[in-house]
């Protein structure tokens, strides 16, 4: 089964305002997450990632904080800009049996900026 | 820099049909990816090359899907025969290797049709 999730799957903001998008993860082991955007018709594109010695990393108006204790990452974005509608994800590079990483996503954050 | 180069970028086919889907990844990038993408969900993995070696293949409905990278760069997927569930979008992404902090630049994806 999926080893990333996200809370809500509509997250609907006004231009201007700051977007808050979350993603809860059940592998304790779990240490390196990554958020993709996908614009409707392409594929995901890398955003910012983190790793699991961080709480916090920030990049150009988006933040991704990591809460161990709880699971839970969110990616935060800044002044949000109606570019900034996409579907967003939240995925993980899982260990496989190969002893390589497989890079598993969640279902999707859709978030629509209205002008 | 060149992306990830998909084609055809639409197909429809009816059921029972056969599909293949063509996939050149990044110059240098030794790890592709298939992953099927349902309307409404994330991408899930259908399978992982490393050069022409297959690293997962756990997820791929083998009784229908095949794929092959047998020089190590381009790739195809196949579906003989489809069935209507297989109607979805079909993404190859590529990465250098396939180590923990690996990531993903995916192409447009293929969007396939099954009546």
């Known amino acids: 089964g999926e080893s990333v999730g996200l809370h809500l799957p509509t997250l609907s903001v006004q231009e201007g305002d700051n977007s808050i998008i979350n993603c809860a993860y059940s592998n304790s082991a779990s240490d390196y997450f990554i958020w993709y955007k996908q614009e409707s018709g392409k594929g995901p594109q890398f955003i910012i990632d983190i790793r699991s010695n961080m709480d916090k990393r920030q990049g150009q108006r988006v933040t991704v904080l990591l809460n161990k204790t709880v699971k839970h990452l969110s990616l935060q974005i800044a002044a949000t800009q109606p570019g900034d509608s996409a579907v967003y994800f939240c995925?993980?590079?899982?260990?496989?049996?190969?002893?390589?990483?497989?890079?598993?996503f969640g279902r999707g954050t859709s978030l629509i900026v209205h002008p | 820099e060149a992306g990830v180069a998909q084609s055809p970028r639409y197909k429809i086919i009816e059921k029972r049909q056969s599909v293949a889907f063509w996939c050149n990844p990044i110059s240098g990038h030794a790890t592709l990816y298939w992953y099927q993408q349902i309307l409404g969900q994330g991408p899930k993995l259908l399978i992982q090359?490393?050069?022409?070696?297959?690293?997962?293949d756990s997820q791929l409905p083998k009784d229908r899907f095949s794929a092959e990278r047998l020089k190590g760069v381009d790739s195809t997927l196949k579906i003989q025969p489809a069935k209507l569930e297989d109607s979805a979008v079909y993404l190859c992404?590529?990465?250098?290797?396939?180590?923990?902090?690996?990531?993903?630049?995916f192409g447009s994806g293929t969007q396939l049709s099954v009546l």
């Open positions: 992404a590529s990465s250098i290797g396939t180590g923990r902090n690996e990531k993903l630049f």
């Open positions: 995925a993980e590079n899982m260990g496989s049996s190969g002893g390589s990483y497989i890079p598993t």
């Open positions: 090359f490393q050069n022409n070696g297959v690293v997962d």
